[in-house]
C-alpha cells in the first residue's frame, strides 16, 4: 500500500469523496475547505501550520475546535483504510 500523505489528499481532494466529509454539514463542509485551502497557502512546520489553519477555520465558522479535530482523526481513518 503506498503512503498517503496530506498534501496528496489535498492535490486530489480526496476528502471531498469521503464519506467522512460527505456526513459533514455545510458549514463544516465549508470550515473543512477552508482548513485544507490555508495548509495549501502556507509553508513551513505542517503542525503548526495545519493548527493554526484548525484555530481560524473554527473562530470564523465559530465551530469548536474539538469537533473539526475529530472530524480530521475520522478522514484520516478512512482514508488510510482503518
Do not use: W
Request: no cysteine.
Amino acid at each position: 500500500m503506498a503512503k498517503l500523505k496530506l498534501s496528496n489528499i489535498v492535490e486530489r481532494e480526496l476528502y471531498i469523496d469521503s464519506d467522512s466529509f460527505k456526513s459533514l454539514s455545510p458549514k463544516m463542509k465549508d470550515a473543512v475547505k477552508d482548513i485544507y485551502e490555508r495548509i495549501q497557502k502556507e509553508t513551513g512546520d505542517i503542525i503548526k501550520v495545519f493548527e493554526g489553519a484548525v484555530d481560524k477555520a473554527a473562530e470564523f465558522h465559530n465551530i469548536n475546535t474539538n469537533i473539526l479535530y475529530d472530524y480530521f482523526d475520522k478522514e484520516l481513518e478512512e482514508q488510510l483504510g482503518e
